[in-house]
């Protein structure tokens, strides 16, 4: 028997309570809201025959890009492949794409979960699944097409349509369309406000268009809406850029003290990135930090071989070389190495083209070999969308790389990409400053005090 969710979607089921309670934890999920997670371990335990239970709970864990959840995901997986002669074919289409994750194409997952969404248009979870997925991979396209090939199906008469307008600005947003972006994502929390995902995709306009003093407060007038729930580390660290560009280093850390410096022994990796992306920036700034880098680098260093995901590997990197773990920044990069050279899952060529080269920027910037590390950023700067995330947090890329020859006084170069800078975000002090520097190291002191005054122009206001 095959009843169907609150937007119509079948699902082969007996049980409306099941399928009740499954819509209930799907927009708690998207909410960043409970412990979908642990509530759907529970029903399984009283339901294990139920099919879409056991794709739910893969796919969350799919997200998580963490090698202690893949045995748990795994057993998932297989638990829905067991009762594949049961299942619909939405439920199969989803079956397909996570046993691909499992087995390290998370591309052909993301087609898998695309024909979902082409049968099944109101397959909310699916539509999730693949704009995650595509955020992950930095297939920025996808991001903003995997919504538009259904949006105008959907309206506020089926639930959860305030999600797949979060999922559409951000999309929209990835790929400048900046207007449009927050007019979805300003309506998407209109009709939720507590609604994590659009009020972040509202900060990334923000973000890139450089309007700081706006950012800062979007983000606090709104915090109730979204400190409390599951997304709340990675919007402080939204917040924290804010201030960061407008050299207000004492607030920046309070935020990392008070809400990104986790006092667990080991954490959530998401939480780490958000820590190590924001400590890094204040290295390239000069900042003292104190202990700070390694009372992160001891939550890095356990999974500093599981090579599951660049993203995450560049990002411990920067923990080990910044505390001068050099021994364990080697072990991550020779473990790497090994690894391209023999494996075939997705994250390989995402390692190979951009994870690995940064890796040895990162190492080569720490040693103050600076010259080093703008030779090994300059090929692959126009490559870094491989490493996945967003353009906020790829930034790290490109500003490690303009720092780096600041400092190897390669001042031609970074004249050059300080104008880069500016070109997309005139607005950001910071940019102006370090314009101010490059002409400064190139002696022309008359066009460094001007790009300086545009900078403090710009703090005054």
């Keep these: 028997m095959s009843l169907r969710d609150c937007r119509g979607v079948p699902i082969s089921c007996n049980d409306q309570r099941l399928i009740d309670s499954l819509d209930r934890l799907l927009d708690d999920c998207m909410a960043f809201q409970g412990d979908p997670l642990a509530e759907i371990e529970e029903i399984l335990r009283a339901h294990p025959d139920f099919v879409m239970g056991h794709c739910f709970k893969a796919g969350l864990l799919t997200q998580s890009m963490e090698t202690r959840i893949y045995d748990s995901m795994l057993a998932s997986v297989q638990a829905a492949e067991a009762l594949g002669d049961s299942a619909n074919q939405r439920e199969r289409g989803h079956i397909a794409a996570l046993r691909a994750w499992v087995d390290g194409d998370f591309s052909v997952a993301v087609q898998h979960w695309e024909d979902v969404v082409t049968h099944h248009p109101f397959d909310l979870f699916a539509l999730m699944l693949v704009h995650l997925t595509d955020v ?10 995997s ?3 259904v949006f105008t199906l959907w309206d506020e008469s089926v639930p959860g349509y305030e999600f797949v307008l979060g999922f559409y600005s951000f999309g929209l947003e990835e790929n400048r369309d900046f ?4 007019e979805l994502g300003r309506q998407a929390v209109a009709i939720r406000p507590k609604h994590p995902y659009a009020i972040h995709a509202v900060a990334h306009i923000m973000e890139m268009k450089g309007r700081q003093a706006g950012g800062i407060w979007w983000m606090r007038s709104r915090t109730p ?3 409390g729930g599951d997304f709340a580390n990675h919007l402080w660290w939204h917040l924290s850029l804010f201030h960061l560009d407008l050299k207000q280093i004492d607030r920046v850390l309070e935020i990392y003290d008070n809400h990104l410096r986790s006092g667990k022994p080991s954490g959530d990796k998401y939480e780490e990135l958000d820590a190590a992306a924001l400590l890094w920036r204040l290295k390239l ?21 599981d090579t599951l995901y660049a993203f995450n590997d560049v990002h411990a ?3 080990f070389v910044a505390d001068g773990r050099d021994d364990v920044a080697a072990r991550l990069l020779n473990t790497n190495e090994r690894y391209v050279g023999h494996a075939s899952d997705a994250n390989v060529a995402m390692s190979r083209i951009i994870g690995i080269p940064f890796c040895r920027a990162l190492q080569a910037f720490a040693k103050q070999d600076y010259a080093a590390c703008v030779d090994l950023l300059v090929p692959v700067r126009y490559r870094t969308h491989r490493l996945g995330g967003s353009y906020a947090q790829r930034d790290i890329i490109g500003w490690t790389l303009l720092e780096a020859a600041l ?4 001042f031609d170069m970074a004249l050059a990409l300080a104008n880069e800078r500016c070109a997309l975000k005139p607005t950001s002090p910071q940019n102006w400053h370090m314009v101010a520097r490059a002409h400064e190291g190139l002696g022309q002191i008359e066009r460094a005090q001007r790009a300086d005054a545009r900078a403090a122009s710009l703090l005054v206001a």
């Design 407 to 410: 400092r190897a006084r390669r």
């Design 147 to 149: 919504v538009a090939r």
């Design 136 to 145: 992950l991979l930095g297939d920025t396209p996808g991001q903003r097409d």
């Design 179 to 182: 207007m449009y972006a927050e």
């Design 285 to 305: 700034l000069d900042v003292d930090v104190g202990d700070r880098w390694t009372a992160l680098a001891d939550k890095w260093e356990p999974s500093s071989t």
């Design 317 to 319: 990197m920067m923990a």
């Design 225 to 227: 809406d979204w400190a």
